[in-house]
């Protein structure tokens, strides 16, 4: 089950760095509307599943299709942004993530407890949604470059100038990721030790009360300083992820809930904050490139975890698998707090100034 959660992520490690500049060569647009169209290829091919085979195939193309759109989509809430609030579009990004994933675990539940054609339904509701994305953009304004560059693989690289801000501001994301694969790859498996429950509906209503969570929280975020979340959401994700391996020792239904509740605002505060800070640091003509490379690293992350701690629940038990996985993540956090104190925030000119030099105020 975790190698299927993990094909997503082995995708966009691939996708990344070969196409992480396509956008800034060829636009925004062109290359969500790639992205988007192979979610919505992925939706059909689960649809029609007959067996586990076509699971990695439909993991595949998620995976490539979010390789492409979610660089391009970020860079472009940044250069879109007519708010004049720099951290405004690292706050859509979040509350829109934790919209969808509440959404999704909901729904689906519903639809495989109380419907028929258990597995079908939610890849229709996606390819829907697919579908309808597609149109907007469609509608929405060409935003190719004036001078078209030509495309070739790029070599990830960071400014030199910005790269423990990068450092900091990745760390932060995967954080928020990886903890992210533990709750979604094992999560459910949890609750059935925990409830004695084969029911879809609640498995999926008890995780969506994390999304739900991060979504809130991120909510009240657009006015924070971005290094503020970051220092704040590391202290929640260790926490978050004491609470977990209590849970998982105990199998304690109440101590569950509070890693939902932790972890969802820890996720918020680290995942806002990480990408409020690149936005502020990054050039607006690498934007599109530092930004898959720092998705691709914490998506690298987020796979490790999900394939190790996986790996330890088949061979071991749940609780060696989600306590490893405690002392691994602890262990980023720690880095992270380092980063943060040999690397001061600089003055609040000098984190504007990248924001100010843009036309379109993002």
Not at 96 to 121: C, D, K, N, Q, R
Not at 299 to 324: D, K
């Amino acid at each position: 089950m975790t190698s299927v959660f993990a094909t997503y992520q082995l995708a966009l490690m691939v996708v990344l760095p070969l196409f992480g500049n396509l956008s800034d060569l060829i636009g925004r647009r062109q290359v969500m509307l790639v992205g988007v169209a192979l979610i919505g290829a992925s939706a059909l091919v689960f649809a029609v599943a007959p067996n586990v085979g076509y699971l990695f195939v439909g993991r595949m193309l998620q995976g490539a299709g979010a390789g492409l759109a979610m660089g391009a989509a970020t860079a472009s809430l940044v250069e879109n942004n007519t708010t004049g609030n720099p951290r405004f579009a690292s706050t859509v990004a979040t509350v829109a993530t934790a919209a969808g994933l509440t959404l999704a675990l909901l729904v689906s539940g519903i639809f495989a407890e109380y419907l028929p054609l258990p597995l079908v339904w939610s890849y229709v509701v996606l390819l829907a949604l697919s579908a309808a994305s597609i149109m907007a953009l469609l509608a929405s304004p060409d935003d190719r470059p004036a001078v078209r560059a030509g495309w070739r693989p790029q070599t990830p690289f960071v400014p030199a100038g910005i790269r423990i801000g990068f450092a900091i501001a990745t760390l932060s994301v995967a954080l928020a990721y990886s903890v992210g694969a533990i709750f979604l790859s094992l999560g459910a498996h949890m609750i059935g030790q925990f409830t004695s429950t084969d029911n879809t509906a609640v498995v999926g209503a008890l995780l969506a009360m994390s999304a739900f969570f991060i979504g809130g929280t991120g909510l009240f975020l657009a006015k924070v300083p971005a290094r503020t979340l970051v220092w704040s959401g590391t202290a929640l994700t260790l926490l978050s992820l004491a609470l977990m391996a209590a849970a998982s020792t105990v199998r304690s239904l109440p101590l569950f809930l509070a890693w939902c509740v932790v972890g969802g605002i820890a996720y918020s505060l680290a995942f806002t904050g990480g990408l409020g800070l690149i936005n502020q640091l990054a050039p607006q003509h690498h934007r599109g490139a530092i930004l898959s490379l720092l998705y691709l690293i914490a998506y690298t992350l987020q796979a490790v975890t999900a394939l190790g701690v996986g790996a330890l629940a088949t061979s071991g038990t749940l609780g060696l698998a989600v306590g490893a996985g405690a002392v691994g993540l602890g262990v980023l956090c720690l880095a992270t707090v380092v980063l943060l104190l040999v690397h001061p925030a600089p003055a609040r000119s000098t984190q504007m100034a990248p924001q100010q030099g843009q036309p379109t105020g993002g």
